[in-house]
């Protein structure tokens, strides 16, 4: 009984999957050739670059909010518990004086840390999605601010830290093709974002959760313990994306991370995952990411003013919402 509610869950989702990568990836053709028409400046190599490590961050909180998302959840905390990782990626490695490699575990431990307590609040005690997650939002961000004493975190007495986001690999082996690692760092975590989703028990149980969370706990799947198992996967990309941004400003600042979170959603339900669960690929988190940023630079490219930019940002929003209600409907 429990291969079949998996089998019907991984059908379900992966009948219109193919189709709607297929029409975010057309949105964001469309989008590049609108701003590379509309400003010569936009198809500019330093440009795309830019577009690419703006990506990073959000891209990395977005495919981690992934996971939530496609059990029918939500996490609203991964941008103050990014800014946390990032404090406490500065604590271990300036005021402790631990390595690098041990202070970005650390950073990273704080994160799946998070990401398991919201699991556990909902899972065990019976918390809704939306409050507990809300709850660790404010606790992420008070203690933030309570570590670092409402002051940033500098960086400077380790230079090789503020590589890991913007220093280039491929530059020093290809001249002239300076991509940041962020950029990079957030491709590989895509690629091991998509192979969990898809290839393994997590995955499964991941759709299978979203799709009919009841049958799937009468199957006799834990789903308590998976849904533990999915905030804290939650909170480990969450931790890199607190090393990535502590990294490129070569600080950590605690009072940044309110509103990431959702521009991270955003990102998801723009590349095709339901927000009632049970559908959603990671290729398509990746796509909904890079149309965010596309349609940030090319407005700002054009010169368009930053509250007329987060009113065209809404309005997409909406109308990614509404798509997947159109979605929903029709396979009703």
């Given at each position: 009984?429990?291969?079949?509610?998996?089998?019907?869950?991984?059908?379900?989702?992966?009948?219109?999957?193919?189709?709607?990568?297929?029409?975010?990836?057309?949105?964001?053709?469309?989008?590049?050739?609108?701003?590379?028409?509309?400003?010569?400046?936009?198809?500019?190599?330093?440009?795309?670059?830019?577009?690419?490590?703006?990506?990073?961050?959000?891209?990395?909180?977005?495919?981690?909010?992934?996971?939530?998302?496609?059990?029918?959840?939500?996490?609203?905390?991964?941008?103050?518990?990014?800014?946390?990782?990032?404090?406490?990626?500065?604590?271990?490695?300036?005021?402790?004086?631990?390595?690098?490699?041990?202070?970005?575990?650390?950073?990273?431990?704080?994160?799946?840390?998070?990401?398991?307590?919201?699991?556990?609040?909902?899972?065990?005690?019976g918390i809704p999605p939306f409050i507990a997650t809300l709850a660790m939002m404010m606790?992420?961000?008070?203690?933030?601010?309570?570590?670092?004493?409402?002051?940033?975190?500098?960086?400077?007495?380790?230079?090789?830290?503020?590589?890991?986001?913007?220093?280039?690999?491929?530059?020093?082996?290809?001249?002239?093709?300076?991509?940041?690692?962020?950029?990079?760092?957030?491709?590989?975590?895509?690629?091991?974002?998509?192979?969990?989703?898809?290839?393994?028990?997590?995955?499964?149980?991941?759709?299978?959760?979203?799709?009919?969370?009841?049958?799937?706990?009468?199957?006799?799947?834990?789903?308590?313990?998976?849904?533990?198992?999915?905030?804290?996967?939650?909170?480990?990309?969450?931790?890199?994306?607190?090393?990535?941004?502590?990294?490129?400003?070569?600080?950590?600042?605690?009072?940044?991370?309110?509103?990431?979170?959702?521009e991270a959603i955003a990102a998801v339900v723009i590349g095709g995952t339901s927000l009632?669960?049970?559908?959603?690929?990671?290729?398509?988190?990746?796509?909904?990411?890079?149309?965010?940023?596309?349609?940030?630079?090319?407005?700002?490219?054009?010169?368009?003013?930053?509250?007329?930019?987060?009113?065209?940002?809404?309005?997409?929003?909406?109308?990614?919402?509404?798509?997947?209600?159109?979605?929903?409907?029709?396979?009703?």
């Amino acid at each position: 009984m429990r291969n079949t509610v998996l089998a019907e869950a991984t059908s379900k989702f992966a009948v219109k999957s193919g189709l709607q990568q297929l029409l975010a990836f057309g949105s964001l053709i469309l989008l590049v050739l609108f701003f590379s028409i509309a400003s010569s400046n936009f198809f500019h190599f330093s440009n795309l670059v830019g577009i690419l490590l703006s990506t990073a961050v959000i891209g990395v909180l977005a495919l981690g909010s992934t996971f939530v998302i496609v059990t029918g959840g939500i996490d609203l905390s991964v941008g103050t518990v990014m800014t946390l990782c990032s404090v406490m990626t500065g604590v271990f490695i300036t005021m402790w004086g631990l390595p690098v490699p041990v202070g970005i575990i650390g950073g990273l431990l704080t994160g799946a840390l998070c990401g398991m307590l919201s699991g556990l609040a909902i899972a065990r005690l019976g918390i809704p999605p939306f409050i507990a997650t809300l709850a660790m939002m404010m606790i992420a961000k008070g203690l933030a601010l309570v570590i670092s004493g409402t002051k940033p975190v500098y960086f400077t007495d380790t230079p090789v830290f503020m590589k890991i986001s913007q220093g280039s690999i491929l530059g020093a082996m290809i001249p002239g093709f300076d991509i940041p690692n962020a950029v990079l760092i957030f491709f590989l975590a895509a690629i091991v974002g998509s192979i969990l989703l898809s290839r393994t028990i997590v995955g499964r149980y991941n759709f299978a959760i979203g799709s009919n969370e009841e049958a799937t706990r009468l199957s006799g799947v834990n789903v308590r313990a998976w849904k533990i198992v999915i905030y804290t996967i939650t909170g480990l990309f969450t931790g890199i994306a607190g090393i990535l941004m502590a990294s490129r400003l070569n600080s950590a600042q605690p009072s940044l991370g309110m509103g990431y979170e959702l521009e991270a959603i955003a990102a998801v339900v723009i590349g095709g995952t339901s927000l009632s669960g049970g559908k959603g690929t990671i290729i398509g988190t990746v796509i909904g990411a890079l149309i965010m940023s596309v349609l940030t630079n090319g407005l700002r490219i054009l010169s368009v003013p930053q509250e007329w930019q987060t009113v065209v940002v809404g309005f997409v929003i909406l109308l990614a919402v509404y798509a997947d209600i159109l979605r929903r409907r029709k396979a009703a």
